[in-house]
């Protein structure tokens, strides 16, 4: 299979979920999503599937993307990927860059994402056929001849262990940071808003602490979310979170802003638990710099208003990778052509 067939699939693919005719079925699918896995909620699921047709599957962006890499692998291998399963078809990207660089693939689907990602391969065999004797789902990945695998931090270390003789990527725990610098409006704390909530804060694009000037005001920040209230407050996975956190501040004493689904409070920490975002300030811009830098290795984008921090992305798009935005900054095709 050449390529060009590959490109063609991947194409027709990006066409089908953005048309109408796809809405009926996609429907059904989200539906069937959460059924399995409450934190997929219909909403986020179309969310995902939108993003990946229109951020990834265009005949545009495919074409660029590929042109960077040699067209064919000199011999195929088959590549074994542990999948995460945190957001809506996480594992999406690692199979379309194992399949359309020409290798196999090997798969491990989380149990969290099963319906979503077989529910995918089955469009792209629908689509070629010939895809259905490169892919394989699997409960072990010993017979791969490369891995590329995500997890948290200890599951990192055992995929260290067993991958180690073969040729990997392994990817840890990050998450991504906001920087503001105090002249923001509503407009830019709605798309913010966006960046911190969506997909319930699960994902590792997710804006999950905020670095502030000193004294900042976070009051205007909060009322833009207010309206949101709804959605978070009638999820009772999320409010579960909410009232066990709240509970946990309020015993201890400790300082946080709270708008009732939603709480701010200020930790060194980039990780925050559900329903929680954590904050850090900053003296001036070089400190915050200096911050940025400091934990570099644990955060996948940084955000600020309309990206005027060198190599940040605006708000509102960290939810939007394309095709080049690789996990842990690891380029994927590099990795897979290289073999």
């Not at 003789?165 to 991504?176: A, L, V």
């Not at 319930?200 to 207010?226: K, N």
């Not at 559900?274 to 644990?298: E, F």
């Not at 940084?302 to 060198?310: I, L």
Request: negative net charge; glycine residues 6%.
């Amino acid at each position: 299979m050449q390529q060009s067939e590959r490109l063609h699939t991947f194409i027709t693919l990006g066409n089908y979920l953005r048309s109408p005719e796809s809405a009926p079925e996609r429907d059904e699918i989200s539906y069937r999503a959460n059924y399995y896995n409450n934190w997929f909620t219909p909403e986020n699921t179309t969310k995902a599937l939108s993003a990946i047709a229109s951020d990834m599957l265009t005949a545009e962006h495919l074409t660029a993307w590929l042109a960077r890499y040699k067209p064919e692998p000199s011999e195929p291998k088959t590549i074994g990927v542990a999948m995460a399963g945190n957001i809506p078809a996480v594992g999406f990207h690692d199979l379309l860059c194992v399949l359309i660089s020409g290798h196999k693939l090997l798969a491990k689907t989380s149990s969290h994402d099963l319906v979503l990602i077989q529910y995918l391969i089955q469009k792209i065999t629908d689509i070629n056929p010939a895809f259905g004797e490169r892919i394989t789902l699997a409960e072990r990945l010993n017979a791969a001849d490369a891995f590329i695998a995500t997890g948290s931090d200890n599951t990192a270390r055992y995929f260290e262990y067993y991958f180690a003789k073969r040729p990997h990527i392994i990817r840890r725990n990050r998450t991504s940071v906001g920087l503001l610098m105090g002249g923001e409006g509503p407009e830019e704390f709605a798309k913010l808003g966006e960046d911190v909530l969506s997909y319930f804060g699960l994902g590792c694009r997710t804006i999950s602490s905020l670095l502030v000037p000193e004294g900042y005001d976070f009051i205007p920040l909060l009322q833009t979310l207010d309206p949101l209230a709804p959605t978070y407050k009638n999820l009772s996975k999320w409010i579960n979170n909410y009232d066990y956190n709240k509970s946990i501040y309020l015993v201890n004493r400790m300082h946080h802003y709270d708008n009732g689904y939603l709480m701010l409070t200020e930790s060194e920490g980039l990780v925050s638990p559900i329903s929680v975002v954590h904050y850090q300030t900053y003296r001036d811009l070089d400190q915050a710099r200096d911050i940025l830098t400091r934990q570099a290795s644990k955060i996948q984008v940084v955000a600020s208003a309309n990206g005027w921090y060198p190599g940040s992305v605006p708000f509102g798009q960290t939810q939007h990778p394309g095709l080049s935005d690789y996990a842990d900054g690891v380029d994927t095709m590099a990795f897979l052509a290289g073999l």
